[in-house]
């Protein structure tokens, strides 16, 4: 928190863990920080903000907010179901305050490119009294039908008579992005928009919103544009608090390309490095599968190598990852799947710790929870390998760990 005086302006971002179209939305990387840490720093970037709160009913994401110099406000069940509002959970963490602040903002994390510029604007106007409520919108020009009991009806405009897109008064599109509210009035409408409202507008460039794996993609290839040649702000040790690690083969341990004999024979190329890197897990005691929808022996023949498991020739991957953890007993909460293709995301659907290779396909991207910083068949494996050894502090002399396959 802050140590300025008055006024004070507190943001609330709610991060609820059960997010349904993708799982644990907020702790998906963008431009290699995740939507929640990217939202956090937005809030804490404008002058005006003395305190950010995340309201959550999820272990991992409490620990990011906290990481990344937040406080953490834990919701209850009823308030973090589907059908729970924003405001309720922003109701909730006013609730919890012994003196409230001049004004609240609702931050919605699903919103990446936040510029605290705009955030401030629309503080400043509730502190300065020009509104009660100023709110995020982008210009939008399109041309809205709707087809009621299918009638096609035209809306917000005469289809006999089409003014030229620059000829047409603007409309605003609410971003979803942030509303700054004076604080009594909100307590009292139990809802955003009450009392005079204002705009804040934003580049429709910064007005994209993450609902599914598609628009996750697409603000991760937006972000690779907007922020080249910025620093990487990810730490490359960072660790991965997981109890078993499980790998794809091709475009992981390999870098997705092979030398074809005229036998028709193939050869492909491995790091060594990975190998010291599953050695040292494997000391640890840290379980290792190597996953594959590949039949090529090399697989096979690199996992012995490797003293790990293996199963290959394997159609669908969240299936037999699925059994493998019930098998040992495993929480898909506490097991990390790295992978870097199409037939990867369903795996990456099934475990806490969704993890991507750095040339990974842009769907593989969309669906990891963290993106390495080193890609298939260059030691991303050992990348992965020590970042779990960080986290879990795992003596690198325990004892080999018995592995069946």
């Not at 609410?174 to 809802?191: I, K, L, Q, S, V």
Request: charged content about 20%; aromatic content about 4%; some cysteine.
């Amino acid at each position: 928190m802050k140590t300025t005086q008055s006024p004070q302006v507190l943001v609330v971002i709610p991060a609820r863990g059960g997010s349904k179209g993708i799982p644990l939305k907020n702790l998906r990387p963008v431009g290699g920080r995740s939507l929640l840490a990217r939202g956090v720093d937005a809030a804490w970037a404008a002058p005006s903000v003395t305190d950010v709160v995340v309201s959550t009913d999820h272990s991992q994401i409490r620990n990011e907010a906290h990481a990344h110099g937040a406080r953490v406000i834990d919701r209850p069940a009823h308030l973090a179901s589907d059908a729970a509002t924003s405001e309720s959970a922003v109701q909730h963490v006013l609730g919890t305050l012994q003196s409230p602040p001049d004004v609240v903002v609702l931050l919605q994390c699903t919103s990446p490119f936040i510029n605290p510029a705009h955030l401030e604007a629309a503080i400043r106007a509730v502190l300065d009294g020009q509104a009660d409520v100023c709110f995020s919108v982008a210009e939008d020009h399109s041309f809205l039908w709707t087809a009621p009991e299918g009638n096609v009806v035209a809306v917000g405009h005469d289809a006999a008579s089409r003014s030229r897109r620059q000829d047409r008064a603007p409309q605003y599109r609410e971003t979803g992005a942030f509303y700054a509210m004076r604080t009594d009035g909100f307590r009292t409408a139990d809802h955003r928009f009450f009392g005079t409202l204002k705009f804040q507008v934003v580049p429709a460039a910064d007005a994209p919103e993450v609902d599914s794996f598609d628009d996750l993609a697409l603000v991760s290839a937006q972000a690779l544009r907007r922020e080249a040649g910025s620093p990487p702000v990810d730490d490359p040790v960072q660790g991965i608090d997981a109890d078993a690690l499980v790998t794809d083969f091709d475009g992981v341990h390999t870098n997705d390309l092979a030398l074809l004999g005229q036998d028709g024979s193939e050869f492909v190329t491995v790091s060594r490095s990975d190998g010291m890197g599953i050695a040292r897990l494997r000391r640890a005691g840290v379980p290792v599968l190597i996953l594959s929808t590949e039949t090529n022996t090399v697989v096979a023949a690199r996992a012995a190598k490797l003293g790990v498991e293996v199963l290959h020739g394997v159609e669908d991957k969240a299936v037999r990852l699925t059994a493998w953890m019930a098998e040992r007993g495993l929480g898909p909460a506490r097991v990390a799947y790295v992978g870097n293709d199409v037939n990867d995301v369903g795996a990456m659907d099934s475990v806490g710790w969704p993890i991507a290779v750095a040339d990974a396909r842009p769907e593989a991207l969309a669906a990891a929870r963290i993106v390495l910083h080193t890609p298939g068949g260059h030691g991303a494996v050992r990348e992965v390998c020590e970042r779990i050894l960080a986290s879990q502090n795992r003596p690198a002399a325990s004892p080999l760990l018995a592995m069946t396959r």
